[in-house]
């Protein structure tokens, strides 16, 4: 059980430095008027764990704040995965 909990740690640390990656990449890229990231490939991977790194990326960088895709629907990703966490603590 150990074990999987330190690979679910480490895969959510990943998943996350990968959003604020991502994040931030889109923003250069946005300044230099080059090919960006597409929006569903930052939503998705917020959806895949990467809500918090997406969320402290965009406020960061001041980057998709405007969206309502991002300014909602990020925040409330980060809220289900909280839930998440907690579930996982309570039943594991």
Do not use: Q, W
Not at 12 to 17: C, G, Y
Not at 39 to 65: C, D, P, Q, R, Y
């Amino acid at each position: 059980m150990v074990i999987i909990i330190l690979y679910l740690g480490i895969y959510v640390i990943l998943i996350n430095i990968l959003a604020i990656t991502l994040c931030v990449y889109d923003k250069l890229m946005a300044k230099m008027r080059k090919m960006r990231i597409k929006e569903l490939n930052l939503i998705v991977v917020s959806l895949l764990g990467g809500s918090f790194g997406m969320l402290m990326a965009m406020h960061i960088a001041h980057h998709k704040t405007r969206k309502p895709m991002f300014k909602y629907g990020v925040p409330f990703l980060v809220i289900i995965h909280i839930l998440i966490i907690i579930l996982l603590h309570i039943y594991f």
